[in-house]
């Protein structure tokens, strides 16, 4: 198994450009995350999918859009790039009934 | 809303002796708390999660303990190791009804000196 995984492992983009960034978890678990991780602040709550076809907002979704593909592929959309969005950013999953979450290993993204 | 609260920022230790991580939260009607290790570059590995129910966890040489009363969780690790040296968050759900969405603190970066 490979747990979660994200792609790409580094990206650099200009103001204004657009991105996806691609999770996807081999767990068979229902529920799906996106953060994001800046110095001192610990992981922030971009969006969540509770199951397939439905996703909601967290704490920072501005700026951000998602699609719940199907049950293993959660992706995030960076529509017009901005350098405050320059992060960390981490996809995670769990299994109904349990708070657990696993990690991917994340995006490291620089918007210039 | 959960505010989660981790200090000291960073700690450097020599290897042997026993590690201390603190963890303050805001709402004690928590359901549970987490905590994550992060290595350098990478994401993160859950440790402990212990229930609202529980008072501490064990896995190994680390124990998790939980006092819902006083807003705070404690991270034990004992007699360090060099491979031990991480970043150390914790997290606890954003609300009393956000099942699965977590609130984490900004961690405490720990060093073990050989």
């Known amino acids: 198994n490979a747990g979660v995984t994200q792609t790409p492992k580094f990206q650099v983009l200009k103001t204004g450009q657009s991105m996806t960034l691609q999770c996807a978890q081999d767990m068979n678990h229902n529920s799906m995350y996106w953060y994001r991780q800046d110095p001192g602040m610990g992981l922030r709550l971009i969006y969540y999918?509770?199951?397939?076809?439905?996703?909601d907002k967290g704490e920072v979704p501005n700026g951000y859009n998602v699609s719940r593909l199907n049950k293993r592929e959660f992706s995030l959309r960076l529509e017009s790039a901005a350098p405050s969005q320059t992060s960390v950013y981490f996809c995670a999953s769990s299994q109904d009934g349990s708070y657990e979450q696993y990690f991917g290993p994340g995006t490291r993204l620089t918007v210039t | 809303k959960q505010e989660v609260t981790q200090i000291p920022a960073a700690l450097s230790v020599p290897e042997g002796e026993n590690l201390v991580l603190n963890c303050s939260f805001t709402d004690s009607a928590i359901y549970n708390l987490q905590w994550f290790r992060q290595d350098p570059g990478k994401g993160l590995t859950s440790l402990l999660l212990i229930q609202s129910s529980q008072r501490e966890q064990t896995s190994g040489r680390l124990n998790a303990s939980l006092d819902k009363s006083s807003g705070r969780s404690t991270l034990y690790i004992a007699a360090s190791q060099p491979g031990d040296s991480a970043t150390y968050l914790c997290?606890?759900?954003?609300?009393?009804?956000?099942?699965?969405?977590?609130?984490f603190g900004a961690g405490t970066q720990v060093v073990v000196t050989p």
């Open positions: 997290a606890a759900p954003l609300t009393t009804d956000s099942w699965g969405k977590l609130q």
């Open positions: 999918s509770a199951s397939e076809g439905t996703t």
